[in-house]
């Protein structure tokens, strides 16, 4: 099946410093890309959806000036947690989808987040 | 907008007994179904999904769902359970199109006894 590639796996970072994340696909062509925050045991809370080459569109109470959202290409997105604080730790999860037509969305194993 | 409602958190299960994971979805259009599978520390894999056609599907490990239109339901099966499947294990939705975004149930804990 097509492979989603998250970096990193985990980072601490500490408290009002910028975190990267990037999420690619490789061995398809990403026309929409899905981030995903997740809270110790609990579920997925889709963060937003963003498409190449266009703005993302963020869920309802998630910070976009906070959390940026960068889709330049069809094998890259990536995420930007600004000014981090340790509320803001968590597991934070991509998931991306082929063009039309597609079904189904791959994920990627995770960035664990840990702010100090 | 669509909703997916997992009504057990937990299901305790003695291994090689059978398992049910139930999962409720609501949407007003058409949808997709799946259940990913989630182990520690690890991002999701997809065990299994109905698109169309035959309401019984199979999946990876064992696993099966029925989809039921009537009952707007999606569980998810195993006749015999063996320890490797203790893991949380989530049922998504997704409407007809492309660039839908999938929606997850809360998740259920199946953890295995010996």
């Known amino acids: 099946g097509a492979v989603v590639s998250q970096h990193p796996s985990w980072v601490i970072c500490k408290s009002g410093t910028s975190v990267k994340i990037e999420c690619r696909s490789l061995?398809?062509?990403?026309?929409?890309m899905f981030w995903y925050r997740q809270f110790p045991k609990q579920s997925l809370m889709l963060m937003a959806t963003?498409?190449?080459?266009?703005?993302?569109?963020?869920e309802q109470g998630v910070e976009k000036d906070k959390f940026l959202i960068n889709h330049a290409s069809l094998t890259l997105s990536t995420l930007t947690v600004t000014s981090a604080h340790p509320e803001d730790s968590s597991f934070y999860i991509c998931?991306?989808?082929?063009?039309?037509?597609?079904?189904?969305?791959?994920f990627g194993q995770g960035t664990r987040l840990t702010v100090v | 907008a669509q909703s997916v409602t997992q009504l057990d958190s937990q299901v305790p299960v003695f291994e090689e007994a059978p398992v049910e994971l139930r999962c409720n979805y609501s949407?007003?259009?058409?949808?997709?179904l799946f259940w990913y599978v989630q182990y520690p520390n690890q991002g999701l894999q997809l065990l299994l999904k109905?698109?169309?056609?035959?309401?019984l599907v199979k999946g990876i490990n064992g696993f099966e769902a029925e989809f039921n239109k009537s009952q707007t339901s999606f569980h998810l099966r195993k006749p015999s359970v063996h320890i490797s499947d203790t893991a949380e294990y989530f049922c998504?939705?997704?409407?007809?199109?492309?660039?839908?975004?999938?929606?997850f149930g809360s998740g259920t804990r199946l953890s295995i006894r010996p």
């Open positions: 949407s007003s259009v058409s949808v997709y």
């Open positions: 998504a939705v997704s409407e007809y199109s492309s660039a839908s975004k999938i929606i």
């Open positions: 061995d398809f062509q990403a026309t929409t």
């Open positions: 998931s991306a989808r082929e063009g039309s037509g597609s079904t189904e969305a791959f």
């Open positions: 963003s498409n190449e080459g266009s703005k993302a569109t963020y």
């Open positions: 109905y698109l169309s056609g035959s309401t």
